[in-house]
């Protein structure tokens, strides 16, 4: 049996996404796609705060789109935050999770468009 030709049931059926398929992968692709816009606003603005008491702008996951439940709301709160939820951040950002919980703050810090910790 060819698997050129177009009868259902055939192999290269198998291999063409269905309508509804390719519709969910646009779907999470343009939700992707707006968080990494927002993402980048915020990151762009939290670049600009001036103390570790100023109100952070929150980044949305790139998974769902929404913002990232329990985000540190001040740069002083991400110190606190703990091992967990870091890793639950750089989850949601889709970033590598790996290293000590001080790396880990660090490339949180960075994602969120803040400098690095003071020594």
Do not use: W, Y
């Not at 762009?44 to 439940?69: F, Q």
């Amino acid at each position: 049996m060819s698997t050129t030709g177009t009868k259902s049931g055939t192999k290269l059926d198998a291999a063409v996404p269905r309508k509804d398929e390719v519709v969910q992968r646009l779907d999470k692709l343009e939700a992707r796609t707006k968080a990494i816009n927002s993402n980048n606003v915020a990151r762009v603005a939290n670049s600009h705060l001036t103390s570790a008491d100023d109100k952070l702008h929150v980044l949305h996951s790139l998974k769902t789109g929404r913002p990232i439940e329990r985000f540190p709301t001040t740069p002083k709160e991400i110190a606190k935050l703990t091992d967990t939820l870091v890793d639950a951040i750089l989850l949601a950002l889709d970033v590598e999770r790996t290293g000590s919980k001080e790396q880990k703050v660090e490339k949180l810090r960075m994602q969120i468009g803040l400098k690095p910790s003071p020594a």
